[in-house]
């Protein structure tokens, strides 16, 4: 399995796109792996979490190919995780040639905001091109090959908030974000089903300070290791990643990746690609 990361930054961007701060300042003068774009990420070539107002820049920039993906895990309906109004383009004549439905997969709220920011859509679906799947947590979806099951997320009272555990060929990918410390039925549902996680992914947006609430910071991120380590689903062969970082959390790429690197993590940019 592959995992690629098209964005890696909180709901500002970073440079924050109205911000004058010393980070952000320094974002734009160094650019490299501090210009980080909301977060976006894709699973080998064909199964894609999250609809940021970064996709287009995504394809142009790092070539993420559209044409291969029918299925997108929406993990909240935040508007850096899902830009609804882009399904629309999924019609004619947005889009020519595009055999298959797409298949969106989430919460109900973010059904309600395809209802609201797609025109003319019946019961958030066009069946020609789209179709909306309540991801129901805790309940596996058969998608092409993969095992995907939806996790509760610590994020946002108002809504059902997911992160996802993927499964192909034995190999399993946790990618956990927006969030913060995880849920116990979370934590129960990993217990019970003792999947080995060969890849985890972890919030970490405040980056040098612990957050405590709906994200996390290196220390917090560091306790989630040692929990689902403690638990027996990661180990040594488990490959740990901190991604989705902002500003406001005053570490540049390369002191995140001096500070991630004392607990055993790799630092997600822009483009980052892993392999397990």
């Known amino acids: 399995m592959k995992l690629t990361y098209y964005g890696t930054a909180a709901g500002e961007g970073w440079p924050g796109l109205f911000c004058n701060c010393d980070l952000c300042k320094a974002a734009r003068d160094l650019k490299g792996k501090n210009i980080r774009t909301r977060s ?5 070539e064909d199964l894609l979490i999250d ?25 909240h309906s935040h508007s850096d995780h899902f830009n609804a109004s882009e399904i629309e383009l999924l019609r004619d004549p947005f889009a020519h040639e595009r055999p298959n439905i797409f298949q969106v997969y989430g919460n109900n709220r973010v059904k309600e905001k395809i209802w609201m920011d797609v025109p003319g859509v ?45 499964t192909q060929d034995g190999k399993t990918i946790l990618y956990a974000h927006d969030t913060g410390a995880f849920p116990e039925q979370t934590i129960e549902y990993l217990k019970a089903n003792k999947v080995h996680l060969d890849l985890v992914s972890l919030d970490c947006t405040t980056q040098s300070e612990p ?9 917090d991120a560091v306790k989630e290791k040692q929990r689902l380590t403690e ?7 488990t490959v740990w990643v901190v991604n989705h970082f902002s500003h406001n959390g005053l570490w540049l790429h390369d002191q995140m990746v001096t500070e991630a690197d004392k607990y055993g993590f790799l630092v997600s940019y822009d483009g980052m690609s892993i392999e397990i």
Request: aromatic residues 8%; proline residues 4%; negative net charge.
């Open 211 to 219: 957050d405590g609430k709906n994200h996390m910071g290196l220390i």
């Open 40 to 44: 976006q990420a894709l699973i080998n």
């Open 231 to 237: 638990l027996g689903l990661g180990d040594e062969n």
């Open 51 to 75: 609809l940021t107002p970064d996709t287009n820049m995504h394809c142009i920039v790092y070539g993420l190919d559209l044409s291969t993906v029918d299925n997108l895990l929406v993990t």
């Open 122 to 166: 019946e019961e958030g679906e066009d069946k020609s091109k789209f179709k909306f799947h309540y991801a129901e947590p805790f309940q596996p979806i058969a998608i092409k090959d993969y095992i995907v099951v939806p996790l509760l997320a610590l994020h946002d009272k108002k809504e059902e908030c997911l992160f996802y555990q993927v």
